[in-house]
C-alpha cells in the first residue's frame, strides 16, 4: 500500500492497507498509514478517527505524540 500511495495511487493505497489492518487490527502503526491513505483520498474525518485509534492505542511512539496530535488537528479541519 505503501508504494501505491508513493507511486501516486492514493485509492489503490487505501484498499490495501485497509485490508491489511482488517486482517491485522493488533498492528496500531498500521492505522498511521491508513489515516494517511484516506486524507490523500480527501477523507479527512475518517483519516482523523484512523489516527486517533493509532494514538490510543499506546503504540504510537512517545516521541511523536505531538505530531500525532497535531495531525489529527489538522485532519479534523479538513487540512494534509
Known sequence: GLVEAKQGDPA????????AVMLNPGK???????????????????????????????QAPKQRLDELRAQVGRYRRGER
Do not use: N
Open 12 to 19: 489503490r493505497a487505501l484498499d490495501l492497507i485497509g485490508r
Open 28 to 58: 496500531a502503526t498500521w492505522r498511521e498509514d491508513l489515516a494517511r491513505a484516506l486524507a490523500a483520498t480527501g477523507r479527512y474525518e475518517a483519516a482523523a478517527t484512523e489516527l486517533q485509534r493509532y494514538l490510543d492505542s499506546g
